[in-house]
């Protein structure tokens, strides 16, 4: 499946393109500490090194991965299917249904997913300027931080326009887990009597 916009340079992404984004941001965040910590330490407004002007001949440095521990990741997803059902929501086969009524039921997901971001996590935007305005990304931008998107040529400083203010965790309240306790365990089955 083709990424949105890719053909599009300067499109800006959908609502649920955006969606789907933020929901990648999160679980890099929250499963990869040392990504975290890095995000953490940033202070607001800091600009770290720009990467390089992309050319096409030059080989990107190897990275080493580290694996991160799936248990925060899956006490999130267990908690986002408790307060907004939403593996049930993802799950259903939704060919059914009228689009009334997965509006409807995106509602309710929505509510709860929001209902979570908002007890767990300290979230602010990446810029402070609105979707739509102009803005001038100064060199030395953090390119973790701002991805430069449409016609993206020479080095910075660029004149662009914000396309999405970008999110940023400041802060992770996740309930601590009882030793024992098996995070991969979502949501357990029901059983009426």
Known sequence: MNK?????????????????????????????????ERIDRMPEGAEAPARPAAQPEAKPALR?????????????????????????????????????????????VHEGCRKVLREHFMIEPVLRESEGSPIAVSPGFDAAAIRLT??????????????????????????KVADGHNVHVLAPAEVEL
Do not use: C, M
């Open 64 to 108: 080493i991965l580290k694996e991160s521990s799936p248990d925060a990741a899956l006490q999130l997803l267990g908690i986002l299917q408790r307060d907004a059902r939403l593996i049930d929501f993802a799950q259903e086969d939704l060919s059914g249904y009228s689009d009334a009524d997965i509006g409807a039921a995106a509602r309710v």
């Open 4 to 36: 949105p916009n890719q053909d599009r340079p300067g499109a800006r992404p959908s609502f649920f393109n955006r969606v789907s984004l933020a929901f990648s941001a999160f679980f890099r965040i929250v499963g990869n500490p040392d990504y975290a």
């Open 150 to 175: 449409g016609n993206v040529v020479g080095t910075a400083p660029f004149n662009g326009v914000v396309g999405h203010r970008g999110w940023r965790a400041t802060d992770v309240h996740l309930p």
